[in-house]
Structures are given as C-alpha cells and as structure tokens.
C-alpha cells in the first residue's frame, strides 16, 4: 500500500519491557519523524531523521531509540517502558517535493504501559 | 524556546455558525505556519499552509492568514458543518530541521 504505514495500531505493555515501535512509508521521503500526542500538549517531537544513518533528537527523546538503516523504514523503540510512556505515537515524513515542513502522517499507535 | 499557544477547547458551534480558533507563535525569524486537522482515531492532515507573511492560506472553507505584526495564525471558518467537528492544531516550521512544533490542539464539536 502506498503511504505511512505504522505497526502496531495498538499495543499493551508492561513497565520495564521492550516495546518497538514500526514505521514504513512508501515515498523515499528523506526526512522522517517520530512525535507523541499526550492531552494538553499536543504533539511532541522525539526524533527525526533527514535521511538513512542520519539522526537526531527531538525534545523528548529520554528512554526512546531509533534507527534508520532503510530510507524507508524509521522503528522507534522503548527500551525499557514505562507509565509515563503512555500515549499515542504518530510517525510523519516529508520529501523534497512535499515542500518545507510539510509532513504526512501516520495513522498512529497507540501504546499502553502497564 | 519557540512554541505555539492556540485557544483551548472545546469549541462548541451550532451548524452554519462562524468558526475562529486563536493561534499564536513565537519564534526566531518568520517560519512557515500550518493548521493540521485530526478526525477521529485518524492522523493528522495538512489543512491549509502560509510560508511568509500577509499569505493566507486556505482550504475546504478554512482560510488563515499569516500576521507578522501580531504572530498570529488565527484559523476562520464562514460556516461550519457537523462533519468540520475534529481537533485543530496549529504548528510553525522549525528552521534547520524541517519538523514542526506544534500547539495543544482545540477540540471543535458542531452539533446539528
């Protein structure tokens, strides 16, 4: 399917396990983000990447990893979940014909911790 | 640092009635502003853009327009329908990064 695929749709954890998270788009966009939307605060950007191997944290980007090995492929993963990680994680990209800061995104996963 | 404060919600309407959600930024220079609509158990999607100042943007009957005097993005609607309810957030680009930041979202109902 064409798009910003994301899996899963939702999870349930528990406190302490790895959770990962995956991302997939179809337009060999070279920038990629990953954001979490939590009531009051909108969304929040946790890592971004401009393209494969290239990185770079978000504002809140404690307890969370990502790679980019593939341009198309962007998992975000919890290393150790907790409470506070609770929340609904949307991943977004955006080429060079999307025009600047134009991102399409994901559908989300929404992400229990127990 | 930067951010972007828009009005708090809930905004409830009445069908056909007029729409403003206030939204205003800070930031370094003149980025790029954007409002973005989530529909329920659904993403985000693009609702309309301005990339300088005194560009408005528009788009399905939403239209905002990009004050630099006043760092304002204020989305208006000239007649809302029951199928506009969704949450409305408004974001500014960041420069050097291409991301967005965003505001905490209004919630908009319009009821029948």
């Known amino acids: 399917d064409a798009g910003i695929t994301q899996s899963p749709r939702y999870k349930i954890t528990e406190t302490g396990r790895q959770v990962t998270l995956m991302c997939h788009q179809t337009?060999?966009?070279?920038?990629m983000f990953w954001y979490r939307q939590d009531l009051g605060h909108g969304l929040r950007l946790i890592y971004y990447s401009a393209a494969a191997d290239i990185t770079d944290k978000g504002e809140v980007s404690d307890g969370y990893v990502v790679s980019r090995s593939k341009t198309e492929n962007f998992p975000l993963t919890l290393e150790s979940a907790t409470r506070s990680q609770t929340s609904v994680y949307f991943c977004?990209?955006?080429?060079?014909?999307?025009?600047?800061?134009?991102?399409?995104f994901g559908a989300g996963s929404r992400l229990t911790v127990l | 640092g930067d951010s972007v404060t828009q009005m708090e919600g809930p905004v409830t309407l009445s069908e056909e009635a007029f729409l403003t959600i206030n939204c205003t930024y800070t930031?370094?220079?003149?980025?790029?502003l954007f409002w973005y609509v989530q529909y329920p158990g659904e993403g985000l999607q693009l609702l309309l853009k301005a990339t300088k100042a005194d560009d408005k943007g528009s788009n399905k009957g939403f239209e905002a327009t990009y004050r630099k005097e006043t760092t304002s993005f204020h989305l208006e609607k000239g007649s809302v329908q029951v199928s506009d309810s969704a949450v409305y957030f408004c974001a500014r680009g960041d420069t050097g990064r291409r991301a967005l930041t965003f505001g905490s979202g209004t919630r908009l109902q319009v009821q029948p």
């Open positions: 977004a990209s955006s080429g060079q014909t999307s025009g600047a800061n134009v991102l399409t």
């Open positions: 337009w060999s966009h070279s920038y």
């Open positions: 930031a370094t220079g003149y980025p790029s």
